[in-house]
């Protein structure tokens, strides 16, 4: 057993962990935040994607241990019901979710991919590597590839980013 | 996953020599390939060395104009450095033509060099597979072999390298820099890193027992056109079936390194030397002495094809 110690959503935790246990697991199974979701746990399908130290990774690919005084951010720590984040709220208006398994993933993703275009790291679609990206639905579609949605939500949840990225550009 | 003991290295000739003392152990970074081999007990490390706290994080310029990337930095930072777009546009167009931002944000430098095949046999413990379990056959010659390699296999393996970054790199003629076990570096050609399967697709590298990769360095900038172009199943997010790296000059000139088709990145002299002539030229020297399968027979066209339209586009 090792001794972690990661802010998640702004609350400082301790946690005694066995040193196989996932970034994921520790989140769910042990700090019970249940919102990240485990999908494919092979780093394909993003459902766990959460937000840590500003970037987002794919926390079922990392291990808890190796993230010791690192910041988390999960769904739960974007918007809480009264008081949605922009991007949960988009999601919703344009119903970017059918089941709603990948949501969370989807959500945490779409916040961290509009801070990587306002950050000017190009992406596979970009025409111009030295030029600042663009914010338009193609570089959001292709930014977004790492969160698959088997109910096909995929034109709703670009609707919402692009919402989203409207306002704030 | 099998259970291990973990330790923070606290400097790379510390971590290199842990490695070879102890018995089963294995350098993790971004994890975002070895964890997933260990989900799946591919990978059993008896022991963890996280190599993340060293500082090896940083792009520097080097004295022969060239640029020093350490071994810890991050796809995404590498792909969106300035230096790296304007100079070498080939490296971030590879890098981003690799996995999902969530996987480029994680993945390192060095660990992208070290990923594993991505052979559906090699995943498959119920199968053989002479790079997993060495003896044991290899179930994909005579299998699903679509995705495999078509030049440089051998009668015990056809597995590719899955790397996109790789083939850039080669193209660019990096080297990699090591420390080993006795504190001592040195410096390999990223042509030199890499080994054909043969009779022991298990062995990799060139590198020796804890050597650790803390950085990989480019040549000065030579310029030219640089374009990456990958042939998948879907737009993002996949392996390559075939891909292209390439630097053209005005002239015609150039150098060109080719993925998916081989155990290793692939890149042949006497090919750069037919670039003027065209794409059956070249592809006619990189698949000189190809063996593909009937299932991957179509990498033969596909390849000379993505060089006409990588020699067509730098034309443009």
Known sequence: ?169 | MKSFTYERAHSPSEAAAAAARIDGAKFIAGGTNLLDLMKLQIETPAHLIDVNGLALDKIEATSDGGLRIGALVRNTDLAADPRVRRDYGLLSRALLAGASGQLRNMATTAGNLLQRTRCPYFYDTNQPCNKRRPGSGCAAIDGFSRQHAIVGVSNACIATHPSDMAVALMALDASVETVRADGKTRSVPIGELYRLPGETPHVETTLESGELITAVTLPKPVGGRHIYHKVRDRASYAFALVSVGAVVQRDGSGRVALGGVAHKPWRVAAADAEMPRGAKAVAARLLADAKSTRENAFKLPLVERTLGAVLAEARG
């Open chain 1, 1 to 169: 057993m090792t001794k972690v110690s990661l802010t998640v959503n702004g609350e400082s935790r301790e946690l005694d962990l066995d040193t196989r246990t996932t970034l994921l697991d520790a989140l769910r199974e042990h700090l019970h935040l249940a919102g990240t979701k485990k999908g494919c746990d092979h780093g394909q399908c993003g459902a766990c994607t959460v937000i840590v130290d500003g970037r987002r990774i794919n926390s079922c690919l990392t291990l808890a241990v190796m993230h010791d005084g690192d910041t988390v951010t999960t769904i739960e720590g974007l918007g809480t019901p009264a008081h949605l984040h922009p991007m949960q709220a988009a999601f919703v208006k344009h119903d970017g979710y059918q089941c709603g398994y990948c949501t969370p993933g989807q959500i945490c993703s779409a916040v961290a991919v509009l801070d990587e275009i306002k950050a000017g790291i190009p992406s596979h679609v970009s025409a111009d590597l030295t030029a600042r990206p663009q914010l338009t639905a193609t570089e959001l579609r292709e930014r977004m590839s790492g969160n698959i949605c088997r109910c096909g939500a995929y034109s709703n949840i670009i609707d919402a980013v692009t919402e989203v990225a409207g306002r704030q550009a």
